[in-house]
């Protein structure tokens, strides 16, 4: 896979740039003409790898097949292109051309139509979520049960009822902070 990459890969791409760069034509088309071969390589590669890769040196021979692509000597993309991908890619132009414009259409109508639904979908879960989440700590809070609360206040050996216990408790808390409020108006009104 690492000198696939490296010579089917990085060193084309770097060629290509150099040709980009220099404006030489005669170069640009040659590395055009070897992209658009390794471009379909790579994916007849991807289905030969799954029935293939039992073949012995298959790995081997696909890296020996970019050389070949490459070298100037046997200009193998070139050799492909000339005798197979152009005249194949000319003959069927037209109806090639048709099928990107219906797939382009369907998959922006696609993308359109999948778009609105996913904003309907998310907009419904967010105020669902929303009104839920009104409703989801007063849930939350009601579910536990004043035994609960009294177990984690410690008193569960208490005989007194844990509702009585817990009312009881606010209650007397509750005087004392009047009182000490009463007493403070009163402390300093005197």
Not at 99 to 116: E, I
């Amino acid at each position: 896979f690492s000198s696939r990459l490296i010579f089917g890969t990085l060193y084309p791409a770097y060629y290509s740039y150099k040709a980009v760069k220099s404006k030489d034509i005669k170069e640009y088309v040659k590395w055009m003409m070897y992209w658009i071969i390794f471009a379909l390589f790579t994916t007849a590669e991807t289905f030969t790898d799954i029935f293939l890769c039992w073949f012995p040196f298959y790995y081997e021979l696909k890296i020996a097949f970019v050389a070949w692509l490459l070298s100037p000597y046997t200009k193998g993309s070139s050799l492909l292109y000339r005798k197979f991908v152009h005249p194949t890619l000319s003959s069927k132009e037209k109806e090639i051309d048709d099928c990107l414009v219906q797939a382009k259409d369907r998959s922006y109508d696609a993308l359109v139509h999948f778009g609105k639904r996913g904003l309907n979908v998310a907009a419904t879960a967010a105020v669902m979520a929303a009104s839920k989440g009104q409703g989801a700590l007063s849930e939350r809070l009601r579910s536990f049960s004043m035994q609960d609360l009294s177990t984690i206040r410690g008193d569960s050996s208490s005989t007194v009822p844990p509702s009585v216990t817990v009312r009881t408790s606010s209650k007397q808390s509750q005087p004392k902070t009047s009182r000490s409020a009463s007493e403070g108006t009163g402390s300093s009104g005197k």
